[in-house]
């Protein structure tokens, strides 16, 4: 599914909703935490090795915490999927994770359907899904072909390889290398930071262009902090050396917490409620028509509601389409009033400039 690039904007007071998908000791847990500097997901923890050992299930878990990104508050809602990927067979897995994106789509398509609308309703659409890559060093498993493949067309996929630090630079790059042929070969659409030439300044292109090349991220968490030169830093200490969380030389971490929470907050926003929403909505309607004129055909649904239905799904579209052009008519007008001002002060600085040189010019 082609993905239409948007240019980024500055962002203020926003909510946005981050899913973690990932096997357990991918270091999913510890990167929310140090994500959010605060201990917002608690660590797995068994009584015995039998007990670790024991297949679970499942459980999707959103939690919500309020961040502060260059002065913009950001209500973050992190859904973790503790138990993914500990089974032999994971297709249930697989179902649950993609059900839950779908019942977000269905609660702003059921509201979007009433006549009186709920104030206090609340958007909980997943803006984007990180998936954490074991770093085996060899190349993407079938579960995490097909989990990718399957999450695409609902969320915005961003694949990471969690617990970097556990590889050489060297293997590292040829994991990366790997990881990013697999992508292409099996025509899995993740997330690849779009751009237009076109339209996008050459910051942007350039700046997206670094993190296209990043990817899949790679990643070290750490919620410890150790004193490195008489400074405070998160890092991980082993007998061989000290791998800091926020050097780019070591992880990736700075540059993908500053675009998901930062520069590409919007782009994301965007895709999910343009493309992504707007073709699943798309295809649940028209899923439902096609349903209905099944059923017809051995009940007695009457032709009004049909019709009715059909009203709905215009109406719908043309509310959409009236708070496009009424948000394009009030940017042209602050656009118009920003231009009238700066010729006004233009002109007031012409007549000054004016009177200063008739009166250079007058005899004393």
């Not at 009186?116 to 609340?122: D, E, H, Q, S």
Request: charged share 30%.
């Amino acid at each position: 599914m082609p993905i239409t690039p948007r240019r980024r904007n500055k962002v203020k007071g926003v909510q946005f909703t981050l899913m973690v998908v990932g096997a357990s000791g991918t270091g999913r847990t510890t990167f929310v935490n140090t994500l959010c500097d605060s201990p917002v997901l608690s660590h797995a923890t068994y009584d015995s090795p039998e007990n670790a050992a024991i297949q679970t299930s499942i459980a999707i878990k959103p939690v919500t915490v309020d961040l502060e990104e260059e002065g913009v508050r950001i209500s973050l809602t992190i859904v973790d999927t503790p138990g993914f990927g500990d089974n032999i067979d994971n297709e249930h897995s697989f179902q649950e994770i993609v059900n839950y994106l779908e019942r977000q789509y269905d609660d702003i398509l059921a509201e979007q359907s009433r006549i009186k609308r709920n104030p206090k309703f609340k958007d909980n659409r997943v803006h984007a899904c990180l998936y954490f890559i074991p770093p085996t060093g060899h190349a993407l498993r079938e579960m995490d072909i097909e989990l990718m493949k399957r999450l695409s067309p609902r969320v915005n996929v961003i694949p990471v390889i969690g617990r970097a630090d556990s590889l050489t630079k060297n293997e590292l790059k040829a994991f990366k290398k790997r990881t990013i042929e697999d992508i292409e070969h099996y025509d899995i659409p993740v997330y690849n930071f779009p751009y237009d030439i076109e339209e996008d300044d050459e910051e942007t292109i350039q700046d997206n262009m670094e993190l296209r090349a990043m990817l899949p991220f790679s990643i070290i968490g750490s919620e410890e902090v150790v004193e490195i030169d008489g400074e405070a830093v998160r890092a991980r200490v082993y007998p061989w050396g000290i791998a800091e969380v926020d050097d780019p030389e070591h992880s990736d971490f700075q540059r993908l917490r500053g675009a998901i929470l930062g520069s590409h907050l919007n782009d994301l926003k965007s895709l999910t409620e343009d493309v992504l929403y707007e073709t699943y909505r798309t295809e649940k309607l028209s899923r439902s028509v096609h349903a209905n004129n099944s059923s017809s055909r051995h009940s007695q649904i009457l032709p009004e509601e049909l019709a009715n239905q059909s009203v709905r799904i215009k109406e719908e579209q043309l509310r959409r389409e009236e708070e496009k052009l009424r948000e394009i008519e009030l940017r042209v007008q602050r656009e118009i009033n920003e231009r009238r001002q700066e010729l006004m002060a233009k002109e007031e600085s012409l007549r000054n400039l004016e009177s200063r040189l008739a009166g250079q010019g007058s005899p004393y």
